[in-house]
């Protein structure tokens, strides 16, 4: 099955560090990938949504200068949390779709905490 | 964009078949149904999708009624390593959203 793999899985920093985060589809083009983020015991909520080569379509209410998306490839797309603050803690997902009507394939997350 | 309503949460027994229904009464003649399981502390894990009718593959099945304005889950069998999240999501092509997801506890 198509395989989604997200980097790092953990990270922990200091306040005011900025932190990236990889998606990669590792044996399919992703035309469109997703990030979502992930309170304890909530459902994921959609950040923004991906797309190679142009710029990330943000959710309301998700800074785009705080969360910088960059796809720069079909099979690559990054988050940036920039100048990360302790409320910025949480479980970070991505997820990459191989095509029209076909099903998001999730990667594991990203657990960060900023202390 | 259709709104998904699932129970909260749900208790089964290890061997028992599990149904899981979502209600989605605003569904969009091109909307797909998609279901995932989560384990905590990992991604969504893809469960099965269907359009209409019945879906089955080697995990689950999918029911879907002609007015396409639910849909039902099937576990066959549970174990204790079903107990996960079960989230259903309808939309289209990169327009999905969460809702809150079952909460399914397999007991022995």
């Known amino acids: 099955g198509a395989v989604v793999s997200q980097h790092p899985s953990r990270v922990i920093c200091k306040s005011g560090t900025s932190v990236k985060i990889e998606c990669r589809s590792l044996d399919f083009q992703a035309t469109t990938m997703f990030w979502y983020r992930q309170f304890p015991k909530k459902s994921l909520m959609l950040m923004a949504t991906?797309?190679?080569?142009?710029?990330?379509?943000?959710e309301q209410g998700v800074e785009k200068d705080k969360f910088l998306i960059n796809h720069a490839s079909l099979t690559l797309s990054t988050l940036t949390v920039t100048s990360a603050h302790p409320e910025d803690s949480s479980f970070y997902i991505c997820?990459?779709?191989?095509?029209?009507?076909?099903?998001?394939?999730f990667g594991d997350g990203t657990r960060l905490s900023i202390l | 964009l259709a709104k998904t309503t699932q129970p909260i949460s749900m208790d089964s027994y290890e061997g028992q078949e599990v149904n899981i229904t979502c209600s989605h009464n605003?569904?969009?003649?091109?909307?797909?149904i998609t279901w995932y399981q989560q384990f905590p502390s990992q991604g969504p894990r893809f469960i099965i999708q269907?359009?209409?009718t019945k879906v089955t593959n080697e995990v689950a099945s999918l029911f879907i009624p002609a007015d396409r304005k639910s849909s039902t889950l099937s576990l066959p069998r549970v174990s204790l390593s079903d107990t996960a999240v079960y989230y259903c999501?309808?939309?289209?092509?990169?327009?999905?959203?969460f809702g809150a997801g079952t909460r399914l506890t397999v007991k022995p």
């Open positions: 269907g359009y209409k």
């Open positions: 997820s990459a779709e191989r095509g029209p009507n076909q099903p998001q394939h």
């Open positions: 999501l309808v939309g289209e092509r990169g327009d999905m959203r």
């Open positions: 605003n569904i969009a003649t091109n909307d797909y």
């Open positions: 991906s797309n190679e080569g142009s710029k990330a379509t943000y």
